[in-house]
């Protein structure tokens, strides 16, 4: 008769197994559900991110464009009035560099480049400290050339580079390690 409480004891011991076992499963499938639930949230964040970068880009590079048509048609009109000589560096002697650099307010060209230097805010925020100093880059070499300081081929030149590195951040892979477990 000592062996009688065997049976009722193995019953319970298998018991609160099972109910350990539930338990401890369902506690593993709300975490990985939560995992599963930030990686989701990770790779949203991601593609908006770069999607929001795309749209960005290809406006101030479409700006740029119009702001260069604008300022090559200053150039070439003789619209652009003379800047104050003294205020200016001295040029080399024999150089072909004119100064010609004022321009009116609402002039095409002025609104052309208010209008990319509003996109250029757009641009650093969402690319950060080397992109902007490749938009940079662009809005000089247009503004020089308006001014007579620069060619078309600074311009033509500042505009690949920044095409090129704004592709690059553009597509770029911002989606999360899949070997790296989220937080």
Request: charged letters at 20%.
């Amino acid at each position: 008769m000592a062996w009688e409480w065997l049976g009722s004891v193995m019953t319970a011991v298998v018991g609160v197994a099972g109910v350990a076992g539930t338990v401890w499963t369902a506690h593993a499938g709300r975490r990985h559900q939560l995992d599963a639930v930030k990686a989701q949230g990770v790779i949203s964040m991601a593609v908006a991110l770069a999607a929001e970068k795309r749209l960005i880009y290809a406006r101030f590079l479409q700006l740029a464009r119009a702001a260069f048509g604008e300022a090559r048609s200053l150039v070439s009109s003789g619209a652009a009035m003379p800047l104050d000589e003294e205020s200016l560096p001295p040029l080399p002697a024999g150089s072909k560099i004119k100064y010609t650099g004022r321009y009116e307010v609402g002039t095409p060209f002025d609104l052309a480049m208010v209008e990319l230097n509003k996109c250029y805010d757009e641009v650093v925020i969402v690319g950060g400290h080397e992109i902007g100093t490749h938009a940079t880059a662009v809005i000089s070499a247009i503004s020089g050339h308006a001014s007579g300081i620069g060619d078309v081929w600074d311009v033509d030149r500042a505009l690949t580079e920044v095409s090129t590195v704004l592709h690059e951040d553009a597509t770029r892979s911002t989606m999360p390690d899949p070997a790296a477990r989220p937080a």
